[in-house]
């Protein structure tokens, strides 16, 4: 018989080696460590200099990960790399796939801004579910210092640069509990990274738009009430799917936006802080990556251990939200 659940059998992270703290981003805009670090509870982000592509941070976390899997590359059926920030808008998957040696492997780009990891997570269970594939190389990464504004202080010291990655595995055990995805475009417009057109004439009555993406622009109070309000119902929704209670919860590991949304996401639920991971400190937020990276830190902490249950949600551009609740490792 096909073995149709889901374990996350292998984590890896990376992120560039180059740092960038509040104390040095206030020589770039006006800013302070204070200010940042009371506001959002970073202190310091990593940034992808010229030489780091997305396609390089994502390979390396995921030798990580297969490598804490015990596979080899080429057991791996499907690559799903979330990104917003892909080094080729073509998509950057298959780059991977090659980089990895994963020949057997279909690679495909999704892009759910900073849900990205858990809209993977959920798309990738779907073809173990149905047992399509056996081995999912899951990868969570996003380069956002390409697109920030350095001259706007209300965005650029929110973000950082890294990748995440997990290998998902059938198996016998279910261990993907439950989940929720949620999707809103009426408010489309409090955070993004839009094209913007520039006419081009081309011949007689026809214009085509060349042109580029502008930086992340965000309406920050909008996202803060938007992810307070609807990631602890989310997360319930999760839980009432996985029938399962909040004290059944043994890590919360959230989108790492801002320690003033973990910290009131996890009030809301009644969740102590000591069940709340956080290293938002040191990566501000690496959209995609964040979750895995946070994940993966866990795991080899000793801090997350096999067949703890974890509640996990992602949120932000789109607007996009979801949750899914799972245990770890086989
Ligand atoms: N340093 C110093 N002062 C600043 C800075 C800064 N970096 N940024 C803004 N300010 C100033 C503003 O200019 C403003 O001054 P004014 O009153 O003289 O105009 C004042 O600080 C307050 O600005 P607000 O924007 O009202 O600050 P707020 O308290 O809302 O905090 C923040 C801003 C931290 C961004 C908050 O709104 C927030 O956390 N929102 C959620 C954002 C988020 O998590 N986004 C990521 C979503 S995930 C994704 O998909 C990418």
């Given at each position: 018989?096909?073995?149709t659940?889901?374990?996350m ?5 990376a992120t ?19 200010w ?6 970073i ?9 780091t592509s997305l396609?390089?941070?994502a390979?390396a ?5 297969i ?7 080429s057991?791996i059926d499907l ?12 998509g ?16 495909f780009?999704?892009?759910a801004?900073?849900?990205g990891?858990?809209f993977?997570?959920?798309t990738?269970?779907?073809?173990i ?7 999912v ?8 210092s390409?697109w920030v ?5 209300r ?6 640069d890294?990748a995440g990655?997990?290998v ?12 929720e995805?949620?999707?809103?475009g ?8 839009s ?8 011949i ?13 622009t965000?309406?920050?109070k909008e996202?803060?009430?938007?992810a307070?309000?609807?990631?602890p119902?989310?997360?319930e929704?999760?839980?009432f799917r ?5 004290d059944?919860?043994?890590?919360l590991?959230l989108?790492?936006a801002?320690q ?5 996401v996890a ?8 069940r ?7 990566y ?9 990276i946070?994940?993966?830190e866990?795991?080899r902490?000793g ?5 703890d249950?974890i509640?996990?949600s992602?949120f932000?551009?789109?607007l996009t ?10």
């Open positions: 018989m096909t073995n659940g889901i374990a059998i292998g984590s890896g992270s560039p080696p180059v740092s960038l703290d509040n104390q040095r981003l206030s020589q770039i805009v006006e800013t302070s460590d204070e940042i670090a009371s506001r959002t509870g202190r310091d982000r990593r940034v992808a200099d010229p030489q396609c390089s941070l390979t976390a995921s030798k990580q990960a490598a804490m899997a015990q596979i080899d590359p057991e690559i799903v790399l979330a990104t917003s920030t892909p080094d080729d808008l073509f950057s998957a298959s780059q991977i796939q090659a980089q990895l040696g994963a020949t057997q492997a279909v690679a780009d999704l892009t801004a900073c849900s990891f858990i993977g997570l959920v990738a269970a779907q073809f579910r149905t047992g399509v594939y056996k081995t190389l899951l990868i969570g990464g996003d380069i956002l390409r504004d350095w001259s706007d202080r965005t650029c010291v929110l973000f950082g890294g990655a997990v998902l595995q059938a198996s016998e055990c279910d261990r993907l509990l439950g989940f995805l949620r999707s809103d009426t408010q489309n417009g409090c955070l993004n990274l094209f913007q057109a520039q006419p081009q004439p081309l007689d009555q026809i214009t085509v738009s060349r042109g580029t993406y502008q930086p992340i965000m309406n920050g996202v803060y009430r938007f307070v309000k609807k990631v119902e989310v997360i929704k999760a839980l996985a029938d399962l209670t909040v059944q919860i043994n890590w590991i989108h790492q801002n003033r949304i973990i910290d009131a009030q809301r639920l009644n969740i102590p802080s000591d709340v991971i956080s290293n938002l400190a040191n501000g937020n690496t959209s995609a990556a964040s979750i895995p946070a994940l993966d866990a795991v902490a801090k997350i251990k096999p067949g249950v509640a996990t992602g932000g551009a789109g939200w979801g949750a899914a609740i799972f245990q770890w490792g086989i």
